[in-house]
């Protein structure tokens, strides 16, 4: 069975810092681009980071110099490290597997990443910054 699990959501305060992982079973993450998106109260899912199966990474603007994504192909698992979280970060975390490798990026090698491209989902872990 293909799942794909997130954790490490909670709740922290403005300026602080979580790390999520997204684990995987019945895959290999490492194959494939991964996506990070979330979703913020009365909005639609967004993208926020990508990381392309040769370890290229990409990230939306709101979190560059702030998030990082990576891979850790023995625990086949990838992880956001999320750093000065602010209030506009809130909302569930989701990471996603792509149909295709070359999702992440426009052809200007701008991060462009859209919930279409992506075929398994985790359920999620929330994650809420608050003071």
């Known amino acids: 069975q293909v799942q794909l699990v997130e954790s490490g959501g909670g709740l922290v305060r403005p300026g602080g810092s979580l790390r999520l992982s997204c684990a995987g079973s019945g895959i290999t993450l490492d194959r494939y681009a991964i996506g990070w998106f979330r979703q913020a109260p009365g909005k639609e899912r967004e993208g926020v980071s990508c990381m392309r199966s040769d370890g290229s990474t990409y990230y939306a603007d709101p979190v560059k110099g702030r998030f990082t994504i990576s891979r850790d192909n023995a625990k086949n698992a990838v992880f956001l490290q999320m750093n000065s979280l602010k209030p506009g970060d809130t909302g569930p975390y989701y990471c996603?597997?792509?149909?295709?490798?070359?999702?992440?990026?426009?052809?200007?090698?701008?991060?462009?990443?859209?919930?279409?491209?992506?075929?398994?989902w985790g359920q999620g872990t929330q994650v809420t910054v608050s003071s």
């Open positions: 996603a597997r792509s149909v295709v490798d070359i999702s992440c990026s426009d052809v200007s090698g701008a991060y462009y990443s859209r919930p279409s491209e992506y075929d398994y």
